[in-house]
């Protein structure tokens, strides 16, 4: 079945930088856009980013863009997401999921950014 796996979360100061991964497997991984989703203490979950099949077309949400990058590694089945400058309000569990309302994600990994 498909399976979702995050790494790679944690906690930095703002400013700081984190880089997320996600192993998948159960389906095929090149055939499929790959998305970030987010879920903010309180609040729904929040598309961030997504990535064409082939990795050629990714798209960000208006509050992360020029911060974050999404890639994708079609041979290793494995989706990433660098973070970098981050601030206060991004502090969330982030998900990698097959679909942007995140219908089908992993289990999450925690960021937290806190000075």
């Known amino acids: 079945q498909v399976q979702l796996v995050e790494s790679g979360g944690g906690s930095v100061q703002p400013g700081g930088s984190l880089r997320l991964s996600c192993a998948a497997s159960g389906f095929d991984f090149s055939l499929y856009t790959m998305y970030w989703v987010r879920q903010i203490p309180g609040k729904g979950l929040e598309w961030v980013s997504r990535i064409s099949n082939g990795g050629r077309t990714k798209t960000y949400a208006e509050s992360v863009k020029g911060r974050f990058t999404i890639s994708r590694d079609n041979a290793e089945n494995t989706l990433s997401l660098q973070m970098n400058s981050l601030k206060l309000e991004d502090t969330a569990v982030y998900y990698c999921?097959?679909?942007?309302?995140?219908?089908?994600r992993g289990q999450g990994t925690q960021v937290t950014v806190s000075s």
């Open positions: 999921a097959k679909d942007q309302f995140g219908t089908v």
